[in-house]
């Protein structure tokens, strides 16, 4: 039995928020690649937001879509993949590599979401194994990953089983010796309490989304909810931190607009890492430092920094 990890770096302290780069550093370089994480490492962030997926192999690679997004994908002759884009989950390592993550399609609306990203060519969609291994190189002991396993239970055919996610993503952790620095969180509990089950050492960061006016369609809390892996909150008095701290978690991750100033005491008194996602306009950045959350999860992370040091505070 592996002991678990000390949390510290992941908690906030008067003075300190902790900073996640989401995807890297999305605002300014492509999302989920090597050249992006390791950005975000330049830019002196700890804590490395990733999404991971699964190829044909059962191998984890670091990205968000299940399917690779026309607005964000080449192929081997620099064209723009056709939509709705090969499923992830269809292609072997080999043939994924092929393809090219570094660039957003001028003209698409994702692109007009992301102006000042950089263009890049001949980047990959990154193995877990990679990223894990520029973690592991000397000078980056201090950082932690923070990895999102995209799971979804209404999408089976997107993924191998939330056993063979789990066993899989493990064993690139131990083979590069991360599992004291990494946090797992998913919007599908079920992976979760996979996880929990698997390797209790490593710290579990429940992520949601409140249903209702405004969320998208993959908001996870409500009634019946197949993300929340047969939990239910009317049994926790509708309190999603008690909710979360019942399942085990060490870590809530809500969207921001949906944390009060109640939930994030309660889930204080509970022990909870709090960390919000994802938080870019400087309005709201400074919302939730005044709140007193335990991380940002940020596109933008020179923007957190500024915010903190504004007002004599730091990430680290
Ligand atoms: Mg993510």
Redesign the pocket.
Known sequence: MTAAPDLEPLRGRPGVIRLHG??GARGLMPENTLPGFAFALACGVEIL???VLFSREGTPVVT?NPRLSPDMTRDAEGGWVAAPGPLVRALSLEELRRFDAGGLRSGSAYAARWPDQAFLSGVPVPCLDELAALLARPGHGRVWLNL?IKSSPLHPEHGPPPPEQVAAVLAVLDDYGLAGRTLVQSFDWRVLAELRRQRPSIPRSFLSELSGEGATPEANIHDGSPWMAGLSLAAHGGSLPALVAAAGGQAWSPHFGDLTAEDLARARALGLIVNVWTVNRPQDIDRMIALGVDGIITDFPGRVQHRLKAQGMSWR
């Open positions: 989401h995807r937001e990733c999404d968000h999102e």
